[in-house]
Structure formats: C-alpha cells, structure tokens
C-alpha cells in the first residue's frame, strides 16, 4: 500500500476562495481523521470518521469548515470561505480501531 | 472533554545528554501512544502503551505508563542528532485520538 495520500501537498489561495484539501486512507482501515496543525495550537483534532461516518466534528472551528467522506477510499476537507488565519498544514490519518495512526504527508495550505 | 498535556515544550540537549518528555490527561485513557515527528515531515509512529505500569522499550528509548493510566513518558538515553525532532503522545477518547502539544528535541553535536 502506498499509505495516506493526501493532495495537493502546497495549496496557496487568496481570502474568501473555497478550499477543498483530499486523502485517500489506507485500504482496510475503518478510521479517518483530519488535524490541523499551527505552531501555536499544535496538532488539533478537526473530524472523526467511523465506517465513512462522522462520529465527532467538534474540532471543526467554524461553519466555513466541512469534511465528507462518500467513501472508503476517498475523504475531503473543504473551507469556504479561506481565510489567512486557516493557514497550516493539514494532515488525514488513518487506522483499524485501536491500532497505530497513519499519517499521510499533509496539505501546507497558505491564505494571503 | 479529554486533555493531554505534554512538557517541556522544547528541549535542547548536547549530543549524549539523556532525554524525558512527560504526557499527563486529565481522564483515565484505555492506550496511549507516541509518535515522532521529523521537521518537514508528518508524524510516525513509535509505540503504544496500554497496560497499566507498562514499560517498554526500543534501543535507547523508553517507554512507561502510569500506574493510573493517566500519564506517560519517553526517556532517551544518549541522544543522538538522529533523534531531532517533535516527540508527541496521544491518549485514546473512545475512537478518537487526542495529541498532546508535543515536546521539540533539538540535539546539539
């Protein structure tokens, strides 16, 4: 398996352009998770998935945040509008319940 | 909801020097679990902890787990310029995993 992918790997927009980051969780695993992760926060939880269900999105800082995941195979993190403090890198991970988190290789996104 | 504190948030050490990262929560998790992170990179990770007391090892690293379960520390042993890096802990709340701030290990040679 080629583990977590994520795209696009840099994504610089401008205020108020919609933003939709994508994984692809390792084949097999039931989890997925969205983080964001800024100096001053540190990696913060956004979204939980179960079974391409989402189980708790209360890290999700506002409504300009969403995620779907339609499928097992495939989930999206969209932001609309940007904004420049929504610049970071975001990561996806996968795992099997209970078992070690995969991470993929994270979406630095800036805002200007 | 569940919290990790992780401390210091950074630690400079000299080639050779011990170092310990310390991960507290402020609920009784089930596992906890360390990850590493490289700069520039994504986190990796390195154990997971789930029985009460459990120490654990990987070469020069160990691995503990309160007897409460409710906190946990990594000890390295003679660092290395390999051992750069972000060290975080992860407790468990139900499915979900909750990151500690991280602790920034820089090695000096």
């Given at each position: 398996d080629a583990g977590v992918i994520q795209s696009p790997r840099h994504e610089v927009t401008e205020m108020g352009q919609e933003v939709t980051l994508r994984c692809k969780p390792i084949s097999g695993h039931n989890s997925l998770f969205w983080y964001r992760q800024t100096m001053m926060r540190g990696l913060e939880l956004l979204i939980y998935f179960n079974n391409n269900v989402p189980i708790d999105d209360s890290g999700m800082p506002e409504d300009r945040f969403s995620a779907k995941m339609?499928?097992?195979?495939f989930s999206t993190l969209k932001i609309?509008?940007?904004?420049?403090?929504?610049s970071a890198v975001y990561f996806c991970a996968s795992r099997q319940t209970n078992t070690e988190a995969f991470f993929g290789q994270g979406t630095r996104l800036t805002v200007v | 909801g569940q919290q990790v504190m992780q401390i210091p948030q950074y630690q400079h050490v000299q080639e050779g020097e011990d170092f310990t990262t310390y991960c507290n929560s402020s609920t009784t998790l089930s596992n906890i679990q360390w990850y590493k992170q490289r700069p520039g990179g994504h986190p990796v990770f390195l154990i997971q902890l789930v029985k009460s007391g459990e120490v654990k090892k990987q070469k020069r690293l160990t691995f503990q787990f309160g007897e409460a379960k409710k906190n946990s520390s990594l000890h390295i042993t003679a660092t290395q310029t390999t051992d750069v890096g972000t060290y975080f802990c992860a407790g468990q709340e139900g499915g979900k995993l909750i990151f500690g701030q991280g602790t920034e290990l820089s090695v000096k040679p």
């Open positions: 339609p499928n097992a195979s609309q509008p940007s904004e420049p403090r929504d | -």
